[in-house]
């Protein structure tokens, strides 16, 4: 996507009305970029089933009574929110891509590491269950 084109995207989205769903959060984005939104929320889905999903903080959220991960599209990247202690333990399967204490960018230009997203995802459900670990 060009910066012009999201540029568009924005002014566009911000004359909308505010998502109130998931659904809408990723109908509201450029079809390039929706394409890997419904990417990224199926192969969470297929991770967590029975899970719920909601906007938390206007964007996009699963949860087993406490959050296990949101994500978000940014101008340049989609960025993964699992916890601190899953980018420790993936540390060295995301040597390739910016991360910070507690999120991973995955850069729009270049498809999404989904086989690396569910071990991330299996990762926080079994953080959850065995030692009800919070989200951030």
Do not use: N
């Amino acid at each position: 996507m060009t910066d012009a084109g999201f540029c568009g995207f924005l002014a566009e989205a911000m004359s909308q009305p505010k998502p109130t769903t998931v659904e809408e959060y990723v109908a509201q984005a450029p079809d390039d970029v929706r394409e890997k939104l419904e990417e990224m929320r199926a192969c969470l889905q297929a991770v967590t089933p029975g899970a719920t999903e909601s906007l938390k903080w206007g964007i996009p959220a699963f949860s087993y009574e406490r959050i296990l991960f949101t994500y978000a599209v940014f101008k340049r990247h989609i960025g993964f929110y699992p916890t601190p202690d899953a980018i420790v333990a993936f540390e060295k399967e995301l040597a390739g891509y910016k991360t910070a204490k507690g999120s991973i960018q995955f850069p729009l230009e270049k498809s999404l590491p989904l086989a690396l997203i569910r071990k991330i995802a299996r990762f926080r459900v079994k953080e959850l269950k065995e030692k009800d670990a919070r989200w951030m």
